[in-house]
């Protein structure tokens, strides 16, 4: 079975730094794709990065460059450093991974941004 757990959420103030981490109970070289998105309260759940195949990257606007996903294969593991936290950065954050669409999911871990 395959899990995700996430770590590393926490609260940070404005212009701060968070690295979440992501393991995985399975090899991720399975995985044709692994992500991190994002709930705010109130909104629905959003794309902020994925890593396709282990190699290209994509990102939404609104983290671009501020953002950076990536893996560690030797570990089972893939991060998301953010920089430059914003308030509006705040949301629970949840890994996942799958092959042709993401079938697995990680719990969350939450992440506040503080003004």
């Known amino acids: 079975q395959v899990q995700l757990v996430e770590s590393g959420g926490g609260l940070v103030q404005a212009g701060g730094s968070l690295r979440l981490s992501c393991a995985a109970s399975v090899n991720i070289f399975s995985f044709n794709v692994m992500g991190w998105f994002r709930q705010a309260p109130g909104k629905q759940r959003e794309l902020v990065a994925r890593?396709?195949?282990?190699?290209?990257?994509d990102y939404a606007d609104s983290v671009k460059d501020r953002f950076t996903i990536s893996r560690d294969n030797a570990k089972n593991t893939v991060y998301l450093q953010m920089n430059s936290l914003k308030p509006e950065d705040t949301a629970v954050y949840y890994c996942?991974?799958?092959?042709?669409?993401?079938?697995?999911w990680g719990q969350g871990t939450q992440v506040t941004v503080s003004s």
């Open positions: 890593i396709i195949r282990g190699v290209s990257t």
């Open positions: 996942a991974a799958g092959h042709a669409t993401f079938n697995y």
